[in-house]
């Protein structure tokens, strides 16, 4: 027991960062299209695509070099990253300097998420805010519902269980803990008396999580504050909600695009969160240019300008970014391609018939966050001196045997974060993506693996470098690149 405890605590405080979502389920082969091209150059099955081509690819075009340096010193001196700056290079494109010395351990960067959502599965695992993504509740809270679920139900799909107060959407992201088979199962009263707050565990003063506070629309997404509550209508959520609120044909058509998301890939409720962010920074600037009475300002730079936040990340549409799943052979590349793009284009289609905006007809990134879940707890009660520690786990122990070996599924999720991938990959890196204990929210974290001297670029590990030459050239195939670090060209056969 003790010794798993740290390994599992460790897994799930390093994190890597982006790799295109596969998508959930790979299209079934009699609906491959024959003779289907690359996403780029078929004709496009998307109206709204065809329509506004022109402002399309001005909206997808790399933004120019000046506005980028603009934008990214914009940012780091509005959040006061004074330690670093993006420089622009031709070899990779885009990385991140530091602006100052660093020793061993130091931060770097906290990174706040541009937009971001937890998987849909990891629901089941984990309650966390659904705008800061700190979990939330009490450790009984968050025991007593995984337990609930787990006793309900484990098999993968969970849109069978749409009750207790969760977006409980299927979704490509692999869940992890709560969904596996485990015959330990504990009395619902019990786990009802947990969730309710009826039951106390010992020593879970020590581990005490923000209140829960409801969305005033639906009951779906849940915070960790107000001011959380208040930042997530304001700036994705009023358009998302699915509540008595919301006017009924708008819900309902927002249910069917949720219900696809579900059954396809839960990639597409990020991109919704990332077409409403744009949508109500455009409604924000086009009030405050009205206000100002700038009559110069068209509409769609308006919308240029709110959509400049993702443009920055911008690289390649999805479905031709997605790693080639190990299953679809070379040779059906194209036709795999095309069929995420289908796919796409319907989820897109239905979120259209929910949140349409005429003036934002035009206008759709990302990396992995993990944040730990309870685990903290059982690795307090397991450090416990022996008399204190066998009458907690008097009480402990029959939760910890029912939660089961994954006991320590961490809170995941897809998120961009708009300085974090501007970081370059090397194989012996000087910084790390990792949780410390005070990182309680979805924001990453870059803290120093060795000195670092001004002007040295930062660089992290997108993979797990301690494998060998070959094995870290296949994994990085997949971000599309050959690593021509130090280490790579020692490393490399001739
Ligand atoms: C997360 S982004 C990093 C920022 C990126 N340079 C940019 O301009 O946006 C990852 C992409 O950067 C490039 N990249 C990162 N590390 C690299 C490396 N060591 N060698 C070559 N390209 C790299 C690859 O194109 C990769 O897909």
Known sequence: MSALLPLARDRAREENPPKAQTPRRRPAAEETRAGGGMGGSSASPCDLEREFAPQISQ???TPPLQSAQEYYDGLIQSRKHDGIRVNFSSKHGKG?????????GDLILKDQILVGAQHSLNKIDCAVCSYCFRFIGSIEFQIGRRLYWQSIGSSNDCTNRRHCHETDVGSSASSSGATKENNNTLPEEVLGSLITGDMSLPFTDHFSLPQVVGCHGCEEERYCSQSCADSDWETYHSLLCTGSKTEPSRRSALQKFVEH????ND????????????????KKLKMQSEFQKNTDESNFSLLMEAWKPLSMGFKKRWWDSVALPEDVDSCDEDSFRQQIRDLA???????????????CAPCILFGVYKISSFEDYFIHIDDLPDDEKEEAEKVTRPFLDALGEDYAAPCEGTAFFPLQSCMNHSC????????RDEDTDG??????????KKDDEITISYIDEDVPYEERQAQLADYGFVCMCPRCQEEKPN
């Open 59 to 61: 909206l997808l075009a």
């Open 96 to 104: 991140v300097c530091a602006n100052k010395d660093f020793a061993e």
């Open 261 to 264: 998301a579900n059954g396809s």
């Open 267 to 282: 990639i597409f409720l990020v991109a919704a969160k990332a077409i409403t962010f744009t949508l109500l920074r455009y």
């Open 345 to 359: 284009f319907t989820s897109l289609q239905l979120l259209k018939d929910a949140i349409f905006d005429a003036e």
């Open 428 to 435: 012996c890196p000087n910084a790390k993506a990792y949780k």
């Open 443 to 452: 924001n990453a974290v870059i803290i120093a693996l060795e000195p670092i």
